[in-house]
């Protein structure tokens, strides 16, 4: 029964961002604000599953993979968002450079991407040992982006 409510939530949610995506952002703070919302979304799922691979919360099948596939889904929706011009200044930690080099920021967006499909894979297959590398994959490739185009 949780599960299904934590099911239930994710994909009210992500109906909300998904419509949100493809509307045109009426100005670089609308931007902003649905990149941090997608962002909070996937801190929250990529915290629930590091709690799993570090051993502090008992490895859930079902929970690892709704997390996981909250997790892919999302990670194709901040994009547009990101390059969105103008929302690199005000209420953010974005830097310009993602503008400047966008195939180089896509590249490092689109390997998130693939990572994410890889760690829901492991996920659904139930393999521990593979959700921790996986999870180990995705998470440098999100240090990967922040890294580089994020304002500490």
């Not at 929250?44 to 079902?62: C, I, N, S, Y």
Request: aromatic share 8%; glycine share 6%.
């Amino acid at each position: 029964m949780k599960t299904f409510f934590k099911a239930v939530i994710c994909g009210v949610l992500l109906a909300a961002m998904v419509g949100s995506a493809y509307a045109a952002f009426a100005k670089p703070e609308d931007a902003i604000r649905y990149r941090k919302a997608v962002m909070a979304v996937i801190g929250h799922h990529f915290g629930a599953l590091a709690a799993v691979v570090k051993g502090k919360t008992p490895f859930d099948r079902e929970g690892v993979e709704t997390d996981a596939r909250v997790i892919q889904t999302i990670s194709l929706l901040p994009w547009e968002a990101c390059l969105e011009p103008g929302s690199y200044s005000g209420s953010t930690t974005l830097k310009a450079s993602a503008l400047t080099e966008k195939e180089r920021f896509m590249d490092i967006a689109e390997q998130f991407e693939r990572t994410s499909q890889q760690l829901l894979a492991a996920a659904s297959s139930g393999d521990q040992d593979a959700v921790k590398a996986r999870f180990g994959e995705a998470a440098q490739s999100c240090k990967a982006c922040h890294s580089t185009y994020r304002n500490k």
